[in-house]
């Protein structure tokens, strides 16, 4: 997709292509806890045709083929979708997906194609997610569904506003993207999936913690595989970055203590019918 230039920069592939890699593997198996709570969330039958819109590196496309379902994969970064085919390949899997570099504002897709519509930690992310949620359900066939995932807003959480803290006092020149995102409330998610016109609509919170055994591993994780802040990082230059990274994990320990992190990364989960 084209992002509007008032819009968050997340709204683009270049961050995420940055942070391809880096987020398949350490970020990635997290995100697939949330996506299996979203399969499980309605009933498919083996040889359904699902979308999976903004599909990152496979998250929730290869968890839809291992169960026999059919999934067409669409995303704005070309990095995130040679590793959802690399992965694919190596698992066995590509018979069942069709992936492809793509907009989500406009899917190549035909309406009413689909049974079901999954977007995982994706629409929150585009320039219009309005528009994003009328494309899903263009293309799901009457009956069908859409399941759409966005984190709650992660500035409650306080591992990660102390992070995101700790990165502004580091570097205050800069001005940083807030954590949080759109769809980030209940109702804002139920609102969304009515207004796209999807009925039966219910969210549901869930949480799936993440742990790291000191301030320094969560700082590195979240340095390497989150996408405002590796943008942070390309920006400030490898010497900048390495003054701002010792800093930003003395102010992490300072805040949250010498020992292991928890991170609870709630996130709602929001179902509608077409």
Do not use: K
């Amino acid at each position: 997709m084209t992002a509007d230039p008032r819009t968050s920069p997340l709204a683009s592939p270049d961050p995420w292509n940055l942070v391809s890699a880096s987020y398949t593997r350490e970020l990635a198996p997290h995100c697939e806890m949330f996506a299996a709570d979203a399969l499980a969330s309605v009933p498919l039958a083996a040889g359904a045709a699902i979308v999976d819109v903004a599909c990152g590196p496979g998250t929730l496309t290869l968890l839809a083929a291992q169960r026999g379902l059919r999934v067409s994969a669409i995303d704005f970064s070309p990095e995130m979708i040679a590793l959802l085919r690399a992965r694919a390949e190596a698992g066995g899997a590509a018979g069942l997906i069709e992936a492809g570099v793509g907009d989500g504002h406009a899917l190549p897709f035909a309406s009413g194609q689909f049974r079901a519509g999954f977007s995982v930690f994706g629409l929150m992310f585009f320039a219009d997610p309005a528009r994003g949620l009328v494309e899903l359900h263009r293309v799901i066939a009457p009956g069908g569904c859409a399941v759409i995932v966005s984190w709650a807003p992660l500035d409650r959480v306080p591992a990660i506003a102390a992070l995101f803290a700790a990165l502004r006092r580091a570097a205050p020149e800069l001005a940083l993207p807030a954590p949080a995102a759109p769809l980030g409330e209940v109702d804002e998610v139920r609102a969304a999936l009515i207004a796209a016109g999807f009925a039966g609509v219910t969210v549901e919170t869930v949480a799936h913690p993440l742990s790291f055994d000191s301030p320094a591993a969560f700082w590195s994780t979240f340095a390497a595989s989150v996408a405002p802040v590796a943008l942070v990082r390309r920006r400030l230059g490898a010497a900048r970055w390495a003054a701002v990274s010792a800093a930003a994990v003395g102010d992490l320990s300072a805040a949250l203590g010498p020992g292991a992190v928890l991170v609870p990364m709630p996130a709602h989960i929001g179902i509608g019918w077409r």
